[in-house]
């Protein structure tokens, strides 16, 4: 009978292995689908929410992206129907637009549009796209993939994948919601909760409560992997903006070698 017991409990971790390997494989030929993409138009909406304690925060960001490799890309942001901020970038050129004060910063456009680059998208979009074109065995190697049923996102029907991970005092639990019909992502959904480091605790620190941080992230897609028109990306000032430059370092004067007393 133990030997029975030891074979089912055998199959059971394989099973258990073998659909975490599916689960981790279906995401990763997802993001391998946003890697290979050359272009995407779509507009997405971020909810913030904070908790520690009885301290309670939500923010809600809405944007729209238009993106086309290498380094092309619009985005626009907004909260409570305010403009936030635009940024273009039509593949010479990367500008940073504030309508509201109508200034704008004119730079050089980086080569391309990945790795550090993408932060020049700022923290919304930007944080987006790496996790679209993340590569699972790079960012992902302690990490647990589990399929998590389906779900209907805005009229559609997706397949739910949860990436689950804990280190140190910190965890965090990511849903990724994938359409059924054409493999794109519709939601992502991510809690993290940090606890206090119980080494070194002072008595003033061990009642502080776990910080805990959700993210959902709505996605609707215009086009996908289509030409776009470059016009599309171009800035074109208003006629009452200002360029503001950013203030140039200051070169070190040169020391002047000291003089021997001449005779």
């Not at 960001?61 to 380094?71: S, V």
């Amino acid at each position: 009978m133990r030997v029975v017991w030891a074979v089912v409990a055998g199959l059971a971790v394989t099973l258990t292995g073998t659909a975490q390997q599916n689960a981790k494989a279906f995401l990763d030929k997802v993001l391998q689908k946003y890697r290979n993409a050359n272009s995407w138009e779509l507009s997405a909406d971020f909810t913030l929410e904070t908790t520690m304690g009885a301290n309670q925060s939500r923010q809600v960001i809405e944007g729209t992206m238009l993106f086309q490799r290498p380094n092309m890309a619009v985005i626009k942001m907004r909260s409570a129907g305010m403009p936030l901020g635009e940024f273009y970038c039509d593949g010479k050129h990367a500008y940073q637009y504030n309508p509201t004060t109508k200034q704008y910063l004119k730079q050089p456009a980086p080569a391309d549009l990945k790795e550090a680059n993408i932060l020049i998208l700022g923290p919304w979009f930007g944080q987006l796209l790496m996790a679209l074109e993340q590569d699972l065995d790079k960012t992902a190697q302690n990490a647990k993939f589990e399929f998590r049923g389906t779900q209907t996102i805005a009229g559609k029907p997706t397949r739910v994948v949860e990436v689950s991970e804990t280190k140190g005092n910190r965890s965090s639990k990511t849903r990724v919601y994938v359409g059924v019909r054409d493999s794109l992502v519709y939601r992502i959904e991510q809690t993290e909760v940090v606890r206090p480091a119980q080494q070194g605790v002072s008595d003033s620190q061990a009642n502080i409560p776990p910080r805990t941080t959700k993210i959902v992230v709505n996605l609707r897609y215009v086009s996908f992997n289509k030409r776009i028109p470059v016009a599309r990306f171009r800035f074109t000032p208003p006629k009452d903006a200002k360029e503001i430059k950013l203030p140039q370092p200051t070169r070190p004067t040169p020391a002047v070698p000291p003089q021997g007393n001449r005779q």
